[in-house]
C-alpha cells in the first residue's frame, strides 16, 4: 500500500497547524475548535496505527472512533499539553501510522475492517465495513483535507 497520498495531507495539515500558535490571536471558539480538532487527530491516529498493528499480524480489526471523540479525553489532552506539543503529537502519531502503513503488504491492505463510529455529537452512525486501503485512501482524501482546510479557516478568525 503506496503512503505517499497520506504522508502528503498530514505535511499540509501539520503546516496549517504549525502556522496558528499557543499565543495567536484567536476568539476564544476558534481557539477552542483548533484545540479539539488537534486533540481529535491526536486521538484518532492512535486508534488507526493500533489498527494497522492488526491488520499487520492478521488478526480481525474494528475501529471505533468514541475515544477521539470524547470530549472528557479531548479537555484533559488540552489541559494536559500546548498547541506546540499536540502537533508534535500529530507528527508523531503519523510517522507511526505511516510506518505501518508501509510495512503492510498489498494482500493485507484489502483486509474488511469494521467501522463503529460515532459523529462530534457523539451520535453513532450506521456501522460499515470498509478495506484497510480504502479507510486510509479515506482519510488521506477527506478526512485529514477536511481538518487542514478547518484548522485553516480558524486562523483567520479574530
Known amino acids: 500500500m503506496d503512503a505517499t497520498e497520506l504522508d502528503a495531507a498530514y505535511r499540509d495539515l501539520l503546516t496549517a497547524a504549525e502556522a496558528i500558535s499557543d499565543t495567536a490571536a484567536l476568539?476564544?471558539?476558534?481557539?477552542?475548535?483548533?484545540?479539539?480538532?488537534?486533540?481529535?487527530?491526536?486521538?484518532?491516529?492512535?486508534?488507526?496505527?493500533?489498527?494497522?498493528g492488526d491488520v499487520l499480524?492478521?488478526?480481525?480489526?474494528?475501529?471505533?472512533?468514541?475515544?477521539?471523540?470524547?470530549?472528557?479525553?479531548i479537555a484533559s489532552l488540552v489541559?494536559?499539553?500546548?498547541?506546540?506539543?499536540?502537533?508534535?503529537?500529530?507528527?508523531?502519531?503519523?510517522?507511526?501510522?505511516?510506518?505501518?502503513?508501509?510495512?503492510?503488504p498489498d494482500h493485507a491492505a484489502a483486509t474488511l475492517v469494521q467501522l463503529r463510529l460515532v459523529n462530534r455529537d457523539g451520535q453513532p452512525v450506521p456501522d460499515q465495513q470498509l478495506s484497510w486501503s480504502g479507510l486510509i485512501r479515506l482519510r488521506a482524501t477527506e478526512h485529514l483535507p477536511g481538518h487542514t482546510a478547518r484548522l485553516r479557516a480558524l486562523a483567520t478568525t479574530e
Do not use: E, Y
Not at 479539539?36 to 496505527?49: E, F, G, K, P, Q
Not at 489541559?79 to 503492510?104: E, G, P
Open 27 to 52: 476568539a476564544a471558539p476558534a481557539r477552542s475548535a483548533v484545540d479539539w480538532t488537534l486533540s481529535h487527530l491526536v486521538l484518532s491516529d492512535r486508534i488507526l496505527a493500533a489498527a494497522g
Open 57 to 73: 499480524a492478521g488478526l480481525p480489526v474494528t475501529i471505533d472512533n468514541r475515544p477521539a471523540m470524547d470530549d472528557t479525553a
Open 79 to 104: 489541559a494536559s499539553t500546548t498547541h506546540a506539543q499536540r502537533v508534535d503529537l500529530i507528527r508523531r502519531n503519523a510517522t507511526d501510522l505511516s510506518t505501518v502503513i508501509k510495512a503492510i
